[in-house]
């Protein structure tokens, strides 16, 4: 009776995986993601019309709902719009703490401290750990029968980097190994060596001044992110203290152009008193009209630049009980006090290089190319490493014996080795350096550039300040003038010498010699606190510390 042939199920057992392996080779192959794009992968996707067409405005669309009528039985009374009254203190002290742009510039720091710890972590010890299994199945040949091979090799090791730029390695591997011959003397065996390896340069990325460069760079940048915001800070401080005096100027504005129309509603009066009487021409009262007229335009431009002036203000304040469309008027508690200032624009100018936070950015970036130029140096010499290891060693057919022989000590191992690599011209390595020390001479050039442009805008704001100061003396004095002529014109007209627009012509002369005292003594005030952003500070006696954002996500927290 034939037997049939015996069927290798073991071989059947793989085939699975194998189908599984092929399956996942076609899926990546390309041309397998073609409804990429479309959302299939869960990415965002915008529609094509919202990104390729411009659509058209239709205003109409926007329009407010006209006004409600009140009843005609009862009486309308107009409520003062609610207001809330600042001082440039407390508008300072809001800025700090709800602006946007400073709060969007607050998390830089934050972000550049996370590039220190992660060049940091180039010193952490890796684990590293491996499992191998190995089926291999070889042909009869040469008289020597079909024969089967396992092995199985777990691994596991510690890598330390180490400061001087080695790594100094623990290392435990251990290897099974099962095989089916024609001899049956020895099949299986096991082999363990635990050891200990390090690699050390000696020449080229040697030393903690190489290894740790990358960290070192990151720490100045950090430091420059720093300076950067404190530079922001000003910023926006000197921004609020702008608007706040730019909003007193065009609130002192209104002010000025509803004395105009004041004035001009006077004038009407009197034109028409003086044509009953028959003193002047009944033309003057047209001539009266039209002035009227023309200051109450002048008033509606004045109060669209206190609502602008305003608006300005809250959205740096950024207050949650003053938003932009809210109708809360803004009230100054301060005024300014224009007192000559007689400044020495060299004793500003070395200040402004001492404190200004361009110069201390370019001085941690020249650090930071001279130290690039040092690492750059190291680059030049020849990688010269050596290699040493130290095991022991196990080797038997069963594995207890196979460890008790590595423990043991009793078949020690060593190994040493030296590596030398040296790229012949190694015109890459000087292309670096020349490369590193053109950049180094780049920054000090560009830091005398900005010592020129700072010493320049010290002595600009100088001159400004001055002339700021004379032109509220000149316009002081040209206001009172033109007081002066309006009163004559005034006494003029009563006594029937001069027409109305004489008299409106004075009056207008008079608002505009008043709103460009207002003007010069505003720019003044803001004079002053350009000089102070000149020098890297900022006007008021309190002093200002910032803190980053995000410092708990620093943490790590």
């Known amino acids: ?180 011959y024609v001899s049956q003397a020895l099949n299986s065996y096991y082999t363990f060596a635990p050891n200990i390896s390090l690699s050390q340069p000696l020449l080229r990325g040697f030393g903690f001044d190489v290894t740790a460069q990358a960290i070192r760079v990151a720490f100045y940048q950090y430091q420059q992110v720093q300076a950067r915001t404190k530079l922001e800070v000003i910023r926006v401080l000197a921004e609020t203290d702008r608007a706040y005096w730019r909003l007193y100027a065009s609130r002192r504005q209104l002010a000025v152009r509803q004395q105009q129309l004041d004035l001009a509603v006077k004038q009407l009066d009197r034109a028409q008193r003086q044509a009953r009487v028959g003193i002047i021409a009944a033309v003057d009262i047209v001539r009266a009209e039209s002035g009227v007229a023309d200051a109450e335009e002048q008033i509606i431009t004045a109060e669209n630049a206190v609502r602008q002036r305003e608006r300005d203000l809250k959205r740096i304040l950024n207050r949650p009980d003053l938003g932009m469309d809210m109708p809360v008027q803004i009230l100054l508690r301060n005024d300014p006090n224009p007192v000559q200032m007689h400044l020495d624009a060299g004793r500003l100018a070395n200040a402004a290089l001492s404190q200004r936070m361009e110069m201390l950015d370019i001085e941690l970036q020249i650090v930071t190319e001279t130290a690039n130029v040092r690492v750059a140096r190291n680059q030049l010499l020849p990688l010269l490493a050596v290699q040493y290891t130290y095991g022991h060693n196990g080797y038997s057919n069963t594995v207890s014996q196979t460890f008790d022989q590595a423990w043991g000590r009793n078949y020690e191992g060593h190994t040493v080795g030296l590596t030398l690599e040296f790229p012949i011209g190694n015109e890459a390595a000087k292309s670096q350096l020349r490369q590193a020390m053109l950049r180094r001479l780049q920054q000090l050039a560009t830091k005398e550039q900005r010592k020129q442009q700072i010493c320049q805008e010290i002595f600009d704001t100088t001159d400004t300040l001055n002339t700021d100061w004379k032109h509220i003396l000149a316009a002081h004095k040209r206001a009172v003038l033109a007081q002066r002529v309006m009163d004559v014109e005034n006494h003029q007209f009563d006594i029937g010498l001069r027409t109305s627009t004489e008299v409106l012509d004075a009056q207008a002369k008079f608002a505009d010699a008043e709103s460009s005292e207002i003007a010069a003594v505003t720019d003044y005030q803001i004079a002053q606190v350009d000089i102070a952003v000149a020098t890297g500070t900022v006007l008021g006696a309190s002093h200002v510390h910032w803190e980053a954002a995000g410092k708990d996500a620093e943490r790590g927290q």
């Open 1 to 180: 009776m034939n037997k049939s042939p015996r069927r290798d199920t073991s071989r059947d057992s793989h085939r699975p995986v194998i189908a599984l392996l092929l399956a996942s080779i076609l899926f990546a192959m390309p041309g397998c993601v073609d409804h990429f794009g479309t959302g299939g992968t869960g990415e965002l996707v915008v529609p094509q019309p919202q990104l390729h067409e411009v659509d058209r405005a239709d205003l109409n669309q926007y329009a407010a709902p006209p006004p409600q009528s009140q009843p005609a039985t009862r009486p309308v009374v107009a409520l003062p719009p609610p207001a809330v009254s600042l001082s440039i203190e407390e508008c300072r002290a809001s800025a700090l703490a709800n602006n946007l742009d400073l709060g969007v510039e607050l998390f830089n720091p934050s972000i550049a401290h996370t590039q220190i710890t992660q060049e940091e972590a180039a010193f952490e010890a890796v684990f590293n750990g491996s499992a191998i299994y190995a089926l291999n199945r070889f042909p009869s040949a040469g008289g020597v029968p079909a024969f089967t091979q396992r092995n199985i090799t777990p691994d596991a090791n510690i890598a330390i980097p180490l400061e001087t730029g080695g790594t100094l390695k623990l290392d435990a591997p251990f290897q099974s190994f099962q095989g089916t």
